[in-house]
């Protein structure tokens, strides 16, 4: 967990340290930003030209590993989310099942075995 550097963990302040960065996530979220706004085409200036070019590779890097870590971070959250509902609703389909499906069962033979009445003495709901 110590190496999830894109969620400010003690290891994010030793790389932090050795880059020389002032606010290496401040500056990463910000140059991350400018990039989905350049994506969009709205132009603005590059905030990482602020910096000197030493700390400026290191924000830029940063920056990756904070788009991809957090994505990464948000898919397993919600794939964890999903399977544990799935689960839920699986079993308790599984409880109704075993609860109801030999009523169910029943039922289903039952109407099969009726005998269905031929056109001679049958008037349709109609009324015609």
Do not use: K
Request: proline share 4%.
């Amino acid at each position: 967990m110590q190496f999830l550097v894109f969620m400010r963990t003690d290891v994010y302040f030793v790389l932090q340290d050795v880059a020389g960065a002032r606010n290496l996530y401040a500056d990463g979220a910000a140059y991350a930003r400018w990039w989905l706004r350049r994506a969009a085409r709205r132009p603005g200036r590059d905030p990482s030209l602020a910096l000197p070019a030493r700390e400026r590779r290191a924000v830029r890097w940063y920056a990756l590993l904070l788009v991809v870590g957090t994505a990464a971070c948000l898919t397993a959250a919600a794939a964890v989310t999903a399977a544990v509902l799935g689960g839920s609703w699986a079993v308790w389909c599984w409880a109704w099942w075993r609860r109801h499906g030999r009523r169910l069962r029943t039922l289903r033979r039952a109407r099969r075995a009726v005998p269905v009445a031929g056109p001679a003495g049958h008037q349709s709901r109609g009324g015609r």
